[in-house]
């Protein structure tokens, strides 16, 4: 997978002065939210993140504000370093998590198969922009790297901050931040395939839900790779398989069970974190969503989240 991102919006350096107002100050919210999401994976948490960054902006003084020369730069670096914290602890918390952990899944405003937009009033999501560094794979490799690696990569690869900025939010010197950088780089080259064309994931996964309803193994079979995986996320809130399911011909036999399991779901083709993806509901209420990773237009991945804390986003 590339790791060429479009730039984020570029960041205030030390340099140059900002108005402390308050319309300067929350117009950094946006920015703050997709740093925090991509750094924790959990659009939760990355409120949360961002509201204790500005919560520690009020508690200064208005002398103690007007002293800061760019306050952009201080609210990035202040977030960044909460979400080091919340990384450092997070392994803690996901060794006692129940089954497999996977990133909260996001939704996006325009449906992927009618191109048409949606309402997107009171979505959270909408403050996060969906570009390849929301790639449910791309997070699944994030999740694998040191905390110190994973901000020094998003921070300089997504967000373009110069290693020496880099290096004030890690504790770590610019030298040591870009060997960081560097490592999480060769993590993810190693770990993702080139990302399918839109279209074509859109076709093959569109064939999936089909084959799907009509609970035919054959064709699930055909669509995945043989050595494809399956990994769900209920975080033992509800049912959900605890361990991977790998090879192709299970995953089919486990998705077409679902079926008389839990009869009664309505799929529906979604773009899940920019990707065509598969939305479960039943009565109207989001359940599951998948996300796919393809290669050679064979599915090699599924992640399917039914944690409904992770399914807020997806709620009318």
């Not at 959990?42 to 002398?63: F, I």
């Not at 929301?134 to 020094?152: G, H, N, Q």
Request: hydrophobic share 45%; aromatic share 6%; charged share 25%.
């Amino acid at each position: 997978m590339s790791t060429r991102f479009e730039p984020a919006p570029e960041p205030e350096l030390a340099g140059e002065r900002a108005d402390p107002s308050l319309s300067a100050v929350m117009s950094e919210r946006r920015q703050l939210i997709n740093l925090a999401y991509r750094l924790l994976g959990s659009l939760a948490e990355a409120e949360d993140a961002v509201q204790e960054t500005y919560a520690r902006w009020y508690a200064m003084s208005r002398q103690q504000q007007e002293a800061i020369d760019s306050p952009g730069a201080w609210l990035t670096k202040v977030a960044g370093r909460i979400c080091l914290d919340l990384l450092g602890s997070a392994r803690a918390r996901r060794e006692s998590y129940v089954g497999e952990w996977i990133p909260e899944p996001l939704p996006d405003r325009a449906e992927w198969m009618t191109g048409r937009p949606g309402d997107g009033r009171g979505d959270p999501a909408d403050r996060v922009t969906l570009d390849e560094s929301v790639d449910m794979a791309f997070l699944v490799v994030l999740e694998s790297m040191t905390p110190a690696e994973r901000v020094a990569f998003i921070l300089h690869d997504v967000f373009r901050y110069p290693f020496a900025e880099v290096a004030a939010i890690v504790g770590r010197t610019p030298a040591a931040c870009r060997q960081l950088a560097s490592s999480a780089r060769r993590r993810i080259r190693a770990a993702q395939p080139p990302v399918a064309a839109t279209t074509r994931q859109a076709g093959v996964i569109r064939d999936f839900k089909q084959a799907w309803e009509a609970k035919d193994i054959a064709a699930l079979v055909g669509l995945l790779d043989p050595d494809a995986t399956m990994t769900a996320d209920g975080g033992g809130l509800v049912g959900a398989v605890l361990h991977p399911v790998a090879g192709s011909e299970r995953i089919a036999e486990y998705i077409v069970g679902l079926s008389r399991w839990a009869p009664g779901l309505t799929l529906l083709e979604r773009s899940v974190n920019g990707r065509p993806g598969l939305v479960a509901q039943r009565d109207g209420v989001t359940v599951t969503v998948a996300a796919f990773s393809l290669a050679d237009d064979r599915i090699t991945h599924i992640w399917a989240v039914r944690n409904p804390e992770k399914l807020r986003p997806w709620s009318e």
